[in-house]
């Protein structure tokens, strides 16, 4: 095998594992009741139920620059929180406004050259100040979403029976509406799942768990479900639920927007349990109190600094992020100042990927590797492939580590996942960064291929 050989084997394993880890499913129901549901799929479970009060002042966090959103909670709001308080995956607020999220790894968010805001915190901003879909859609360019680390789209609806998904598509927003009975989202774009329905929408696959088949999934038995009683929703979420070793749906959430309750349950803990919104005090300056998830029953109680100091922690090191523990968790308990975060700007950039690529089909690959080792022995730290249906590929790598790299990529025009060769079984269709060539199809010495990343980068890489 020769040496480029390997490098594509090992590419190859690299990029395909990640890319089927990705979940989350979730539906707006607006029939005879206005139900929201979803799947959280993760590789971890913990996490608490925050009850936020109205009239907090609230600066987003410094993670880059110093142009940082400021507002005040016009409304309370329960939410499920995993990365501390003020980060949370999903929630409803007090006027029935419910906005989730969802992983989307091509995300490119629109930067409307404004105040900035992290991907999480503007669930929070979103639940805190407004509560109609309508209001949302004509303030979505009034922030720029730096993201932290996830790229994400985003679900909301809110008691009027309004729903929008919105996705961020080469530094676009789109927002996509229906007038039907439901609306669906998983780990595409809405555009994407709904042509995959069109195309493929008559053959379900119900074992499978990728994206688009189980947007398929849920909106078939959506569509053959009345759901009158609540645990109708959970029925139809389990249809499409996870459960790997290391990666389940550890959460199950349904919201009755008409009763203004919040139904859960967990996969460490899997009877029903109930939030009744209307029974809580959202009053500015009472206790921040919280639930764990994975408690027996939904129980308020004092949330400290040493709860969520462990619920942030856990997650930075299962994330592998680099952050000023200390001043994130005193921002997330008490938000009311600007604070800026020296160590994780220290630390990450965002890159701008750009491929030119000489036909329109197959896949992309691409890998960066660290340090002239690795790059001898073909071990990339971030791998990921694309369909090629443009000219031109673009994709933000946000928060990236600095330093320094070499990036491989090759085309695979045939989409049989191997690299396509040519005269003598030399590699065709593939590119270093630098544009750097080596001899008779072998890859290029890293000095010529290595790039220094420190600052927010453009890049572009031409495969011929």
Known sequence: MT???????????????????????AFFYRGERKIFGKNFDWG???????????????????IRGTNQAKWMAKYGSVTFNQIGKENPYGGMNEKGLVVEQLWLTTSNYQDNQ??????????????DNYSTVEEIVKNIHNLTIQPTKATVHYFVADRNGKSAVIDFVNGKTIISTTENKFQV???????????YLTKFGQNIDTSSRSSEDRFCQINNNLSKTNLSEINKAFVVLDASAENRTNYK???????????????????DNKPIKTIRLHDLSYQENSTISGSKINNDTFKLEPYTHSLNAALLNTSLQMMNLK????????????????????????????????????RKKGILFYTFINGEENFKSRKGIYSAMTMVTNNVYQTVLYTFPKGEYAIASFHDLNGDYKMDKGLFGIPKAYAFSNNAKGLFGLPPQYRKAKINLQQNTDLSIHIK
């Open 44 to 62: 971890s479970g913990e996490g608490f139920i925050i009850k936020n009060n109205r009239g907090q002042i609230k600066y987003a966090y410094g």
């Open 3 to 25: 040496k480029y050989k390997i490098a594509a084997t090992t590419f190859l394993l690299i990029v395909i594992i990640p890319v089927n880890l990705l979940a989350c499913s």
């Open 114 to 127: 404004n105040a900035t805001i992290s991907e999480l915190e503007w669930i929070q901003f979103q639940l």
């Open 185 to 195: 989202i998983t780990n595409s774009t809405y555009e994407k799942s709904v042509n």
């Open 323 to 358: 952050m000023d523990n200390t001043l994130a968790n005193e921002h997330q308990m008490n938000p009311s100042q600007n604070n800026i975060d020296h160590i994780y700007q220290a630390n990450y950039i965002d890159l701008k990927l750009t491929f030119n690529i000489k």
């Open 249 to 267: 749906t550890y959460w199950t959430i349904v919201y009755d927007m008409d009763n203004m309750e919040i139904h859960y349950k967990s996969y």
